[in-house]
């Protein structure tokens, strides 16, 4: 009975070794000159399409496994985002990303024009 118990024990313990060895798991590091805003990052998400976004405390980053395209807020430019601390994204069913950021509102990017629209908080509405 000690042997069965000891085999099974492990079988528990090498079998999700062996598996997690087995993974194709990559890691890479990335510079900052490669382009990632930052290296504090506050999410990440994947999207749909297979995009990695990245929320830093410089703006929305997508990464497409090849190249780095960061958003940023621009005062001047009402269609960028309403602020560069982005701690939280999501995609809804329709394909649309929603970022949200600190003291900053809410956005949602528009995949066809490649525009953020401003959610901001209005303490008298």
Request: cysteine-free; glycine content about 8%.
């Amino acid at each position: 009975m000690k042997k069965f118990l000891i085999s099974f024990l492990l079988l528990i313990i090498i079998i999700p070794v062996t598996s997690i060895a087995r993974s194709n798991l990559k890691s890479e590091n990335v510079a900052l000159e490669q382009g990632v805003s930052g290296n504090l990052i506050y999410s990440i998400f994947q999207d749909s399409k297979g995009f990695l976004w990245l929320g830093t405390m410089f703006g929305l980053v997508r990464y497409d496994g090849i190249n780095y395209k960061t958003f940023r807020y621009d005062p001047l430019d009402t269609n960028s985002l309403s602020n560069d601390d982005v701690i939280s994204i999501f995609e809804e069913k329709s394909g649309n990303l929603w970022i949200g950021t600190y003291n900053g509102g809410l956005n949602k990017y528009d995949r066809t024009t490649g525009k953020f629209i401003r959610y901001l908080h209005d303490e008298h509405n």
